[in-house]
């Protein structure tokens, strides 16, 4: 099956810095992405669809100026977490749904822990 | 906001019996998917199920789904101790392009 890696798998950061997270489809093209947040024994939550070519769509309640997702190819996108503080822990997922697989298709990354101290 | 309800939030069984999950979710769907996640890793698809489907199987799982109710319960035939994990539905609403909205998730202990 379809397969999408997120780089890094777990991360660890001080309280200010900022930290990018990857997510790669290796072996289909995906023309919009989706970034989740799951805290622990929490549902997943949708932040933001990426789009390639164009401005990201957030969620209400998601501040696009402290997540910044970039959507540079059809097989790459970028969340960057700005300034982090230790409330944005948690694990970060993101999916695609292939070009070509319909709408209903959708593959999930393996996620990235993120823990800010 | 989260769409989907599932219950029980939790379901201790033993090895060999069968497990059900219900989801009940509040909007008009196009398709509703059921998903495992073990413990702090990432989302695996199970099945999926279309709003012009009523029941639907795959292997040893069994997924319904009641438009009229706007609720869909999985099944698990002969649990296994490898099922131990978290057990989500997921919404695509109509027209939004595949976004999902996740339950809150049902966590499934089977006891060899």
């Known amino acids: 099956g379809a397969v999408v890696s997120q780089h890094p798998s777990w991360v660890i950061c001080k309280s200010g810095t900022s930290v990018k997270i990857e997510c790669r489809s290796l072996d289909f093209q995906a023309t919009t992405m989706f970034w989740y947040r799951q805290f622990p024994k929490q549902s997943l939550m949708l932040m933001a669809t990426?789009?390639?070519?164009?401005?990201?769509?957030?969620e209400q309640g998601v501040e696009k100026d402290k997540f910044l997702i970039n959507h540079a190819s059809l097989t790459l996108s970028t969340l960057t977490v700005t300034s982090a503080h230790p409330e944005d822990s948690s694990f970060y997922i993101c999916?695609?749904?292939?070009?070509?697989?319909?709408?209903?298709?959708?593959?999930f990354g393996p996620g990235t822990r993120l823990t800010v101290l | 906001s989260q769409q989907g309800e599932e219950d029980p939030q939790a379901l201790s069984i033993q090895e060999g019996e069968n497990a059900t999950m219900n989801c009940s979710y509040k909007t008009s769907i196009n398709n509703l998917q059921w998903y495992r996640q073990n413990s702090g890793r990432g989302l695996v698809h199970l099945i999926l199920i279309r709003s012009n489907e009523r029941e639907k199987h795959s292997g040893r799982l069994r997924v319904t789904l009641d438009t009229s109710k706007k609720s869909s319960s999985l099944l698990i035939t002969a649990s296994r101790a490898a099922d131990t994990a978290s057990y989500f539905c997921a919404t695509s609403i109509t027209g939004a392009n595949s976004k999902l909205t996740f339950g809150k998730g049902i966590t499934l202990s089977v006891r060899p």
């Open positions: 999916s695609a749904p292939p070009l070509a697989g319909g709408a209903d298709t959708q593959y």
């Open positions: 990426s789009n390639e070519g164009s401005k990201a769509t957030y």
